[in-house]
Structures are given as C-alpha cells and as structure tokens.
C-alpha cells in the first residue's frame, strides 16, 4: 500500500475519533444545559413565589386594604369624552371644569359652598334668652334671631332607692308591702340600664372593662374590675335561653352564609401564653340574624355539631371543612366570588394581562348584581337576568381559565388563583340559578368585622367559657345592626321584660322582632 493512502487513512481514523470524541462533549454540554435550564427555571419560579409573598406583606403591613380594581387605560384610548360634559373646558391640554382655578389664579365663579346638616328635631332641647345689654324699656320686639349649638351633657350614676311601706290589716291577719320590681341580677346593685351600658361599651364600642373602670372612677364611683366581669357574666346568664332562641330561628333558615375568624382565650393549660379559638359565624339573609358560636378549634366538629339538622344552601369560602357538607343530605355548597376574585386582585403584579382579564369580568358581575339591589325587582326576575347576562361571562372566564392553566406555575399567585376558581367554579355558579343568593360571602365577613376591632382593644377572651358569652353577645349586637335596632335600647329593654317572659314568647324580644319605641317629640 502507498505511503500517501496509508497516512490518509490513519488521519481519517484520527478525526474519527476527535469527532466522536467532540460529539460526546456536545452532548454532555447540551445535558448540562438542560440541567442548567430547568434549575434556572425552578430558581425562578421559586424567587417570583418569595417575590410574590413579599409583596402581600408588604401590602398587608403598608398596603391598603381596598380591593378596588381599575384598569389600566389602553394606549391611544380618551379616558374622557369631553363633548359629553359642558362642565368641561381644555386648559394647556387638560380637561378641567369650567370655574374651577386656572393657573393664573383666577376665582371660580361656581364654589361648592359646605351646607350645615339640621340638628335632629327629637333631641331634646333647652332654650337660653339672651337679652340686649342695652334699656329695652322703649323698644318694640320686631323678630329673633335663632342660632342652634350641639352641645354633651355627660353621663351620670344615680342610686334608684325603692322605699316600700308596710302595712298591717286592722285584725293583724296579714301584713301588705308593695312588690318590687324585677331585677335582672338578683341581690345585684345594677340595673337594666346601667348593665346594658357596661355590654354596649364593650360588645360595640369596643371599650375594655378596665377602660370603664376608669370612666366610672370619673363619675364618682369606684368599682373593681371583678365587679363589672360579674355583671357581664350575670347578664349572659340571664340571656342565655333567648341565645338559644336566636340559634333555633337562625337554624330554620333554608339559606346560611358561614365564615370563621380566630380568638385569643386564656386557659389553665397553657400558663403564660394563649390559645387560639375561634368564632364560627352564621348569617341567615332572609331572616336577617347573626349567630355567632365558639369553639376551641377550628376542625369540622364545630359547625357539624351545629348544622347537624340543617337544611338549606350553605355559602363558604374554600375552606375545606366546608367541603365535607358536599355529601351531607340536604346541605347544597355554595362558593363566594369575593373569596375568588381575591386571589386575581393579588395576582396583578405577577401576571398583569391574565389577572386583568379576569378582574375586567369580575367586575361586570358585580356592575350586575349593584344594578339589580338598587331596582326592587323578584328573586325570580333576578335569577332570569343572571342567567341572562351573567352565565356567558361566567362561561367565557371559565374556558379563560382553562387555556391559561398550562401556562402558569401553580405555586404563583396567578397558578393559586385559577387553582382555586376552576376546581370551585360549579359552585361559584350557582347562585345564577336561585334569586335570594347572594354572589359573594360578604355579609357574613361584615359581621365579623366588630369582634376583629373588638379583640384588638380586649386581646384576648379569659376562658373558653368567656369566648362563649361574647360569642352570645356579639350574636345579638349583630342581629340588632341588621335589623336596624339601637342595641342599648333594646337590651335595656330586654333586660327589663325577660325575668317576666315565658319560654314561648322568647321568641317576640329578638332583635329582627323588636319594635323600638317612638321617640319622644318635642311640643
């Protein structure tokens, strides 16, 4: 063989080699990439996750509460039509209403000029005669001049003292005494007024008992904090058969919205540190009362205990307790859209265009739904429009949803989002098909909203048996804000009436029952 074939076989065996040799290395790099590419994209996905979770603490501790969403204008697109407003003027490329201040400081000729609200006409009044300093002797009265001040007459303990006389037949037979009345703490020194006082204070305005017994002090009077706790207690005591009364009625409502919120107590088993509670909280919307109920934890024991002969719709957040009433017969879920749009309102920085989508046909549900409470319209016409108008939108986000879920992590804020909305949306629909639900849990939250002032001025309940009274109290303060009902006047009221009220006319002292006495009108 030639000397010049043999060298050319022996490089091509070589390069043979280097190129298996280089195929090799390519393939270890393009494995290394690809390890490289799935790390970066893990580390990415975990930094936006912690970005994400960040940015709701920033906003839980700097942030405002509102969930308001506006949506950001299009480029190109007038946010204003200014032919639409005579009010309206162009200034430097501006629209600003017409006499309003232009730069050059000229004085509107239109101000909005603030108007002093009436004094209201069944607060009672004391008149004070002011004379002229000057001899009036000559003159003749041609009119007066009428100016009305707002002023606080501080509140003030007076002792009721009963002095009942006695008396003793001619024959000595029998000795007469008038009767005293009725007292809601027996041997007690407080009376209905002054006890409804104490719980007002506490279960409404939100003032400590140890605050009060500071105000008390300034009126004249010292009490000890155990006095005032026990008058509490006492009264709960005396208000316990109406409590369960309230609890009967709010049951036998065929339409509940629940929703649960956490409570500091006190307990002997933890020394120095607290336990966490929590209040349960049912809304009936048709018979417009609150129930709120304790318990030491927040497991499933709690509301099936209580809604265990329950029959009706029952609205919840996604909680997963709640789900279990899926298979209780009787029970039909219903989902809260608020609780599902929550999640895209905070989804906006992670994924703006998604979030945005969804927030946009949110808010079309909710345009609908404030536009039927302000017409007095059926439940059956408002079923019919919901399914009008709202189901197609619910149908679009639902097929939204769907394209988008392969896109999106599910630990990020948007992935959180639809993973909550989409496995829920059936029971998110529901209220379309029934007039007398509600789209969202709201008004259940609304109550709750009182105890969480509450505990903050309080901190914490006492003992499990404590939590429970509040639970009891808040239930009828509740009641009485739905019903419109002044909560002193009424359970003053109450506290007056009950001692003397058989079982079977509990039911008539309720607050969603109570008809509030006229005031007094002055001649």
């Known amino acids: 063989m030639p000397e010049g074939i043999e060298y050319y076989i022996q490089r091509n065996e070589y390069l043979e080699k280097e190129n298996a040799s280089l195929k090799e290395r390519i393939l270890a790099y393009e494995k290394d990439?690809?390890?490289f590419e799935n790390k970066y994209a893990l580390l990415d996905a975990k930094n936006n996750y912690i970005q994400a979770q960040l940015d709701q603490l920033k906003r839980?501790?700097?942030g405002?509460?509102?969930?308001?969403?506006?949506?950001?204008a299009i480029p190109g697109q007038m946010m204003l039509e200014l032919g639409a407003d005579p009010t309206l003027q162009?200034?430097?490329?501006h629209p600003t209403p017409v006499g309003s201040y232009s730069r050059g400081g000229q004085k509107a000729s239109l101000e909005n000029k603030p108007v002093r609200s009436l004094l209201p006409a069944d607060l009672p009044r004391q008149e004070i005669i002011i004379e002229p300093r000057q001899d009036i002797s000559d003159c003749k009265k041609i009119g007066e001049e009428i100016t009305e001040t707002l002023e606080l007459e501080l509140p003030k303990l007076v002792v009721l003292r009963y002095v009942r006389p006695k008396y003793v037949k001619s024959d000595g037979s029998t000795i007469l005494i008038g009767e005293l009345p009725s007292v809601p703490i027996q041997k007690g020194m407080a009376g209905p007024k002054l006890l409804a006082h104490v719980v007002i204070s506490k279960f409404v305005d939100h003032l400590p008992v140890y605050r009060q017994v500071k105000q008390f002090s300034r009126w004249g009077i010292e009490l000890p904090d155990s006095t005032v706790y026990g008058w509490i207690t006492g009264t709960c005591k005396l208000l316990e058969p109406l409590y369960e009364c309230l609890k009967n009625r709010s049951l036998s409502s065929n339409y509940l919205q629940a929703d649960e919120s956490p409570l500091q107590v006190l307990t002997k088993?933890?020394?120095?540190?607290?336990?966490?509670?929590?209040?349960?909280?049912?809304?009936?919307?048709?018979?417009?009362?609150?129930?709120?109920?304790?318990?030491p934890g927040r497991n499933k024991e709690g509301p099936e205990e209580l809604l265990k002969n329950y029959q009706g719709f029952l609205q919840t957040d996604g909680y997963q307790v709640y789900d279990d009433f899926a298979n209780t017969p009787g029970i039909t879920l219903v989902g809260c859209m608020a609780h599902a749009r929550r999640y895209f309102e905070q989804a906006l920085k992670n994924d703006r265009q998604t979030a945005e989508y969804m927030m946009q046909r949110f808010g079309s549900l909710y345009d609908l739904e404030r536009e039927m409470r302000k017409s007095v319209i059926s439940a059956e016409e408002i079923a019919v429009r919901r399914t009008e108008e709202a189901v197609p939108v619910l149908e679009e986000m639902k097929l939204f949803m769907k394209s988008s879920i392969t896109r999106v992590t599910p630990q990020s804020p948007i992935g959180k989002a639809i993973?909550?909305?989409?496995?829920?949306?059936?029971?998110l629909c529901l209220y379309t098909q029934h007039g007398e639900l509600n789209i969202d849990n709201n008004l259940v939250e609304n109550q709750i909203r009182p105890m969480a002032i509450g505990r903050k001025n309080y901190l914490f309940a006492g003992s499990h048996e404590s939590a429970q009274r509040s639970a009891m109290l808040y239930s009828f303060m509740g009641t009485c804000k739905l019903n419109g009902v002044d909560p002193e006047k009424w359970l003053t009221d109450v506290l007056r009436k009950i001692p003397e009220t058989k079982l079977p006319d509990l039911h008539t002292l309720l607050p969603n029952?109570?008809?509030?006495?006229a005031p007094l009108q002055n001649s």
Request: glycine share 6%; charged share 30%; net charge positive.
């Open 33 to 35: 990439y690809a390890l």
């Open 60 to 62: 839980m501790i700097f």
């Open 64 to 72: 405002a509460k509102s969930e308001r969403f506006m949506p950001e």
């Open 90 to 93: 162009i200034i430097e490329g």
């Open 269 to 295: 088993e933890k020394k120095g540190k607290t336990h966490r509670g929590y209040m349960w909280v049912y809304h009936s919307p048709p018979k417009k009362m609150v129930l709120f109920d304790y318990r």
């Open 419 to 427: 993973g909550y909305a989409l496995p829920r949306w059936e029971k």
């Open 513 to 517: 029952n109570y008809a509030q006495p």
